[in-house]
């Protein structure tokens, strides 16, 4: 069945470096792809999309990067903050009609 | 603009009994999906709503049941309640139908507890 995986659960940086966040899928047919965050106590949050038609794609200290090759997806946070502590899903949406969310990766920002 | 409403925010249960969840989308917004969120199995489609109709259908039980009303307000229900039922349970809305590329907007959830 189809699936979107996260490789790490949980991600530890420091204050002002960046992140990367990553995300393996295993559907090929998969033509759209979204990063939702998620805060303590609240619903998942948009972050950014992209479509399968495209390898990169930058929204504000965000970039979602898109390997279709090897089926692999990434969102890189540029000088990560504090504010920046989340849960980040990566999901999958398009061929079957309904969006899959992954496990999430847990990032937290060391002050 | 008002974002996603869902009530109630906290609800206790016990098994056996059952349970009607409220979601009002964003106004303008037709299509109302649901998700269940749990630790050990993340968030898992339930189903999704638009126009009143029910588009599209996870691998829950038909104890999980829903609806839509011509408002686009929605309401989920779960029957004969188990413990395995425990879950934070969101909603989220879009204009269009989600899997289309439209961005969901999801609201705070309803935690819900059976004992």
């Known amino acids: 069945g189809e699936s979107v995986g996260l490789h790490l659960p949980t991600l530890s940086v420091q204050e002002g470096d960046n992140s990367i966040i990553n995300c393996a899928y295993s559907?090929?047919?998969?033509?759209?792809f979204i990063w939702y965050k998620q805060e303590s106590g609240k619903g998942p949050q948009f972050i950014i999309d992209i479509r399968s038609n495209m390898d990169k794609r930058q929204g504000q200290r965000v970039t979602v990067l898109l390997n279709k090759t090897v089926k692999h997806l990434s969102l890189q946070i540029a000088a990560t903050q504090p504010g920046d502590s989340a849960v980040y899903f990566c999901v999958y949406g398009g061929a079957t009609n309904k969006l899959i969310f992954g496990t999430g990766t847990l990032l937290a920002v060391q002050p | 603009k008002a974002g996603v409403t869902q009530t109630p925010r906290y609800l206790i249960k016990t098994r056996g009994q059952q349970v009607t969840l409220s979601c009002s989308p964003i106004s303008g917004h037709r299509s109302v999906s649901w998700y269940q969120q749990t630790p050990g199995q993340g968030l898992q489609f339930l189903f999704e709503?638009?126009?009143?109709?029910?588009?599209n259908k996870g691998n829950f039980p038909g104890r999980f049941s829903g609806r839509q009303f011509s408002n686009s307000r929605s309401e989920m229900n779960v029957s004969t309640l188990e413990l395995g039922d425990s879950a934070l349970y969101l909603c989220a809305s879009s204009r269009g139908q989600g899997f289309g590329g439209e961005k969901l907007f999801f609201g705070s959830g309803t935690q819900l507890s059976v004992l």
């Open positions: 709503y638009f126009s009143e109709t029910q588009r």
């Open positions: 559907n090929s047919a998969s033509d759209y």
